[in-house]
């Protein structure tokens, strides 16, 4: 369906392409930062019954309901009348469940206060995790660059603390397995912890009662999770291109030109795309297409990530990159573990994070400033100025969406969010996800959720960003033929059609290329909540071009799991500090 062709009524009304209609969705930036400072998934959690798959959120009101009427409203607020609604009945929920409890309101303050913010990935992070991270540093940032220690081979064996992640399905769920007494924090020592658990918790957390009825939460894992890595990257070949990929040439708009006679035009980082032209790039041909780090016209202002000049020439001569970024002091920099980066890694492999300068600051004031040459362990820390967007959400999509863009000579690029620790050698990584059988986009699955309908719900029941634009870009997909999961569906084109975005492996071909820009353009149009988005790109992408395969591996979550650890983000406080204070 040519969305271009949408009757006027089923216009997009925000966002760049159609500003005249209605507020841009960078408007939103800043409310979605506080609104999600204000939030507390963890609390959040409380109102389910078990099943995260059971939510109450009234999604066909999006089929029903114009959405757009809402946005046109003067004087609207964060939330959609609907969405104030939904707020009602969760916290009606959630009353009901404190009165049938034994826990009284005044320890749920102290226990929410005690644990730091979760994000909806939060697949088993321990209160450990956090007490141990700052002794991990130290001996895993080892300048002795020259050591040949080869990485472990990552076994399915129940493991130390560090490989609690291990565990296949069935050790998962079973009641006595480890990761259950290492999820004391998901747990908070329920009726059926024992008790040298429930004493560990009460000695980190002196405000828990063991009586808790805060239950953990579910997650679903689907068969084996046994991965053969390879026992070594000293004989791993990278492969010749295979010619099975799609061969094209992208060219990128470097420039925009200011159109006459609109005085409120401003130059914008990824430019002014029109719905037509958005048509247009989805088509996998020769041809120039917006993807970022576009410049106005001449004498107008940078329109941002700008980069020092030597850090600019140090990426562009990666070939391998690994890299992160940490904007707004959301996450403490943690190098990947020593001992598991091989020497070839280590002369082959860039290791890059961006940070902005407030959290450069942060880190320098905390111990961890760059040497001479500008690298804290393993890591090449790129400071970046100007951030294109209000929102650091935002800006972090840039690096992870873009790499190919940050990294001109790069052929591999492997992405993992600030909150994880690489736990294997890159090159381990990349012959396992893609050398090994021909992929050249790797990305996991969601450990819960496979269906859009499912994560449009769970966006709005967390509040994780306005509900009206949340139900304009839905709306917006299904009109354009976005239809629900179906796992019983021979012919589907993804395992799952949410993944868990914060680790990305790529080669870096035509057509991961293409996906990479077109997944940026709609995060850019639409909101940043990435997992929106990721599944009617593909889709849309395949659809348009039935002759042009893209070989992309959608592989488990509990893989990923096996190979990053994942982390809390720093505590509120930390995040406090004003993203835009300078010198």
Known sequence: MDVTQLQ??????????????????????????????????????????????????????????DSHEVLGKQG???????????????????????????????????????????????????????????????????????????????????????????????????????????????????????????????????GKRSGSRK??????????????????????????????????????????????????????????????????SFIARDQKINCGFVKGPKGSPS????????????????????????????????SPIGKTVSRMSRKNVCFVMFVDEVTLRTLSSEGQMPDTMGFVGLWKIVVVKNPPFTDMRRVGKIPKFLPHRLFP???????LDSKLRLQLDPLLILEYFLWRKGYEYAISNHYDRHCLWEEVAQNKKLNKYNHSVIDEQFAFYQADGMKRFNASDANKLLPSNVPEGSFIVRAHTPMSNLFSCLWFNEV?????????????????????????????????????????KLYHHRSEERRNIPLHETE
């Open 8 to 65: 006027k009524s089923k216009e997009l009304k925000f966002g760049h392409g159609s500003v005249a209609h209605g507020r841009d969705s960078r408007d939103w930036d800043k409310d979605d930062r506080r609104r999600d400072e204000d939030y507390s998934e963890e609390e959040q959690e409380r109102v389910r019954d078990g099943s995260v798959d059971k939510v109450h959120t009234p999604v066909k009101d999006v089929d029903k309901k």
């Open 76 to 206: 609207i607020g964060l939330y959609n009348e609907a969405g104030r609604d939904e707020l009602k009945i969760y916290q009606a929920e959630y009353e009901a469940s404190l009165n049938g409890s034994h826990k009284s309101g005044e320890t749920d303050e102290r226990e929410r206060k005690a644990l730091e913010d979760n994000d909806e990935y939060d697949d088993g992070i321990d209160l450990q995790d956090d007490q141990m991270e700052d002794g991990d540093d130290v001996g895993h940032d080892d300048k002795d660059h020259s050591s040949a220690t080869e990485p472990r081979i990552v076994r399915n064996k129940k493991q130390s603390i560090n490989e609690e992640s291990d565990k296949d399905s069935t050790g998962l769920l079973s009641k006595g397995s480890s990761l259950k007494s290492q999820h004391a924090q998901g747990d908070a020592v329920s009726g059926h912890a024992n008790s040298v658990e429930a004493h560990h918790v009460r000695k980190l957390m002196p």
């Open 215 to 280: 239950k953990p939460k579910r997650r679903k894992f689907s068969g084996s999770c046994e991965m053969k890595i390879s026992n070594s990257s000293t004989l791993l070949v990278e492969p010749v291109e295979s010619r099975k990929f799609a061969r094209f040439s992208l060219q990128y708009t470097k420039k925009e030109e200011k159109p006459f006679g609109d005085e409120k035009w401003e130059p914008r980082f990824a430019g002014h795309q029109s719905l037509g032209e958005r048509e247009e």
């Open 303 to 334: 329109t941002g990530f700008d980069l020092a000049e030597d850090d600019a020439k140090y990426i562009s001569s990666c070939h391998i990159a690994v890299m992160s970024c940490i904007f707004g002091n959301s996450d403490r920099l943690r």
């Open 409 to 415: 000579s790069a052929r591999y690029s492997i992405w």
């Open 524 to 564: 850019d149009r639409f909101t940043p909540r990435d997992q929106l988005s990721f599944a009617y790109t593909y889709h849309k992408l395949r659809r348009t071009n039935p002759e042009k395969p893209f070989f992309l591996n959608m592989f488990k979550d509990c893989e990923r799991r096996k190979i990053a």
